[in-house]
């Protein structure tokens, strides 16, 4: 490559392949962005990218790289944004130690490498004070084992944090508190247990409202897949939905009524976990709501009749639990689905699940796919129910007699 007055260049979400290490960057002299992101390259890091001094923003994420971190990163004194994530990365301890020196890094990105290590802990850290200007930090989907590390209460300045998809375990650290820009954290899919604590609802960045001078812009987007739904592309971290993910983990007791505090909340997934009791009645102080998810847990009692209250909540569920009393009608309520469709979908998921507790007994894991089902969660409401149901009852049927 001889483009020496070259500053950006993007060729993402392409068929790109090849050695990446192979190829020659140091002519670059005045890169600034590179995003090779989405391709399929292979090999390890490219060595020659430490040559371009004045680069800010690397994105190789979704490739097929391989290998470590390597030391020479820490001379792109400029990087501020980097992101790796989907390719066959080793040596956590190593890549966390060396990037704590990259001391303008404001968004990391390591998502799906370094399968089944341990979260580095705070002796293992050269620079256990680094990351001081961190706002993004994803360790997403890398099966990571270990409980939450104490220099993560460290960062300040963090506003993102991504731990969801691993092997986390302990309980939620009240230290979260202490951050005061954190709007968003997905711990979902681990292994936590204990309480929601209450410090958590003292969230400052959740309480009160953003100074706006201080909106971040990211030097390139992040992609965020929040629960596998639909992947969505943000430049601007005020843009992203203030959220806390907590689903599919061992969480237990009673929800707090201090949850009624994080009042900039927009989503708040509670699902698949032990909680106790009743929904409590200040989720409806979350008056910036717009999803609320609390299914598959064993809350009793009604649903409070002043969350119709919320005037943005689109997403509502409490299936699988053991509430009874009459549905909240008006506002919000009124633009769901039908009861009666909603029930059917409960039960439907309830049925699945029977099914394929089945069909792994059986051994026969080619009878019912998931597709089935999310194709019919999704048209549910448009006469699909009959057909399918009786798709699955035939499968059943034939499973149990053949």
Known sequence: MNCSTLTTLNLRINNFGGNLSALNFSTLLNLRKLDLGNNMFTGSFPVSLFS??????????????????????????????LSLSRNSLTNISDAIRILMGCRKLSAVILSKNFCNSSLPDDGSLEFPDGFQNLQVFALGNCQLKGQLPAWLGKLKNLQVLDLSFNQITGTIPSWLKNL???FYIDLSSNFISGEFPKELAQLSALTSTWDEEETSYLELPVFVWPNNRTTQQYNQLSILPPAIYLRNNSLSAEIPIQIGQLKLLHVLDLSDNSFTGNIPDEISNLTNLEALYLSGNRLSGEIPASVKSLHFLSSFSVANNNLQGSIPSGGQFDT?????????????VQLYSALVQINQELSIQKILKKPLITHFLRGSSRGLFSGLLLDLLVHYYSLSTG
């Not at 923003?57 to 971190?69: D, F, H, S, Y």
């Not at 001379?75 to 944004?81: E, K």
């Not at 769901?336 to 439907?348: G, K, S, Y």
Request: glycine content about 2%; overall charge neutral.
């Open 180 to 182: 005061p820009r954190l």
């Open 336 to 348: 769901f689905p039908n009861p009666v469709t909603m029930a059917i979908q409960a039960c439907v």
């Open 52 to 81: 371009c001094k004045s680069l800010t923003a690397l994105r190789l994420a979704e490739n097929n790289l391989t290998g470590q971190i390597p030391e020479e990163i820490l001379t792109l004194q400029s990087l501020s944004y």
